[in-house]
């Protein structure tokens, strides 16, 4: 920042690098072009050993490594019944279940389009 005075005026002047220049054009384009929202996904450990098997295991892996979402594998979350009987992950704080595990990571694919 530069400051320059002209007939007891004092005007501010900003002078640039490159890479200052570059980088403020960046967060320009980011707030344009806003990007998707991130997706936040809880699992609990118990239904991933219950219900996951060899196959599934390797396609939700795939789309775990995906950089909008963000997952965590709990121990419990406290949904007993619910996890004895079916797969389920809660999204942004929802619960979704599916009908095998496979149903779930469909409808997981789905909350990213």
Same mark, same amino acid.
């Given at each position: 920042?530069?400051?320059?005075? $002209?007939?007891?005026?004092?005007?501010?002047?900003?002078?640039?690098?490159?890479?200052?220049?570059?980088?403020?054009?960046?967060?320009?384009?980011?707030?344009?072009?806003?990007?998707?929202?991130?997706?936040?996904?809880?699992?609990?450990?118990?239904?991933?050993?219950r219900f996951l098997n060899?196959?599934?295991?390797? $396609?939700?892996?795939?789309?775990?490594?995906?950089?909008?979402?963000?997952?965590?594998?709990? $121990?419990?979350?406290?949904?007993?019944?619910?996890?004895?009987?079916?797969?389920?992950?809660?999204?942004?704080?929802?619960?979704?279940?599916?009908?095998?595990?496979?149903?779930?990571?469909?409808?997981?694919?789905?909350?990213?389009?």
């Amino acid at each position: 920042m530069h400051f320059v005075t $002209e007939n007891d005026k004092i005007k501010i002047t900003n002078i640039y690098s490159s890479n200052e220049s570059s980088d403020m054009m960046k967060n320009f384009l980011s707030k344009v072009f806003t990007k998707k929202e991130k997706i936040q996904i809880e699992f609990c450990q118990n239904n991933l050993d219950r219900f996951l098997n060899e196959q599934t295991v390797t $396609e939700y892996g795939k789309f775990l490594a995906n950089p909008r979402i963000q997952y965590k594998e709990y $121990e419990c979350l406290s949904e007993c019944k619910l996890c004895k009987t079916t797969p389920y992950a809660k999204v942004n704080g929802q619960i979704m279940s599916g009908e095998d595990s496979k149903d779930l990571l469909h409808q997981l694919q789905a909350e990213l389009k």
